[in-house]
């Protein structure tokens, strides 16, 4: 009689701290790895609503964001992440997760291979014959917000009990999950509040910038916390720390190329490349940005100003703006003819360090109206020729080593035929 009152009490902790997490992917993230621990499964997926007018067949669907299974994890090295498929399913009564989705209501299935025959969804068995692992008990359930907005749906699978065997979802897991799920819901409903408005901000710059889109800050942003969550493991960073830097990066480095909303269109909006002259004069959109941070009232102000400011710095000190204060234009520090000086190797903040790679790497891969995407092989040949001079080569080291997870957000936010 004493496990409800437990996993309550750890359900009411969790609330606190899924409300310091601010940024919506790594919320939905954390989101499902809480929704696993309540419940002891073993795996688990997360799944975001996709608008009718989004998706390019105009269905309602939900798209996977997040997938975990740590029996497959334990089979991965220290510290690689497991790649999972990204795929939709139409909000019908076909899937299992579809269907719960339709009719926004749980569904406890004790084993996935002896679905009634008469129920309308049936389990779809490719990705246990592809991994070798059985799908036996799974809860599925949907997110819904205090508006009455499907969010998204969350399935977790296998529970487990005290000897690691498999065992279905018990009534008191439906409980608590649908408590879990209501008060998840509040917290993601907060934070894609806070998505919504600054993807409005670039959109601002993109009204400025045709480059400047929301697919492209969301892959910076991804590809960011991805290096940086191997930097963190080499460097035995502390959990807490590292998950408060995590989400404040996530946020931040959406915002790097904010600053271009004060340079002028004959410049940002040239069909062509720049003159050096007009490079001189883009070159100020570092130092625009990083002012808009002026009143640094939280980390993420802290964070956001710094990447803005030094993420066209370079390892060997040949990049811009160099030692200049953002807030009045003064000079901190010149060579012997006057010259600024570039700030050089660990001068540079950490989160200039990451963003430098991962914007480069996303504008090398991406279509400009001066050039074609450059394909794979070249673009991470150039950033191998960049290591020490252009990039931190421990960061471009671990670059490699995240590849697969780069690529995989590349996935998550594919250009439209537009862009």
Known sequence: ?????????????????????????????????????????????????????????????????????????????????????????????????????????????????????????????????????????????????????????????????????????????????????????????????????ILRMIRMSELRDPKETGTHVNRVAGYAVEIYDRWAYHHNVPHEEREKFRDNLKISSMLHDVGKVAISDTILKKPARFTPEEFKVMQNHTIYGASLFSETSSPVDLLARDIALTHHENWDGTGYPGWINPYNGKVLKTDGEGKTLGKIGEEIPLGGRIVAVADVYDALCSKRVYKEPWSEEDVLNELRSLSGKKFDPELVDIFFEVLPSIKQTQEHYPDTPET
Request: hydrophobic fraction near 40%.
């Open 1 to 197: 009689m004493e496990k409800p009152e437990a996993d309550f009490k750890f359900i009411m902790r969790l609330d606190s701290e899924l409300n310091q997490i601010q940024d919506f992917d790594l919320l939905l993230e954390r989101i499902l790895f809480e929704a696993r621990q309540v419940v002891h499964a073993d795996a688990g997926s997360i799944y975001v609503t996709v608008p009718a007018e989004a998706d390019e067949e105009g269905t309602e669907k939900i798209s996977i964001k997040y997938s975990q299974n740590d029996t497959l994890q334990k089979r991965l090295p220290p510290g690689q992440k497991m790649i999972y498929t990204i795929f939709s399913l139409p909000i019908n009564e076909k899937s299992i997760s579809g269907y719960c989705a339709l009719k926004r209501t749980l569904l406890n299935i004790p084993d996935m291979y002896n679905i009634p025959p008469e129920s309308p969804y049936k389990f779809y068995v490719h990705f246990d014959q592809i991994t070798g692992y059985k799908t036996v008990s799974s809860l599925t359930f949907p997110l819904i917000s205090v508006d009455d907005r499907l969010i998204g749906v969350i399935q977790v699978l296998n529970s487990k009990d005290a000897e690691g065997n498999v065992i279905p979802f018990s009534p008191n897991d439906e409980i608590m999950i649908t408590h879990f799920a209501n008060n998840a819901a509040i917290v993601l409903q907060r934070a894609y509040t806070t998505r919504a408005m």
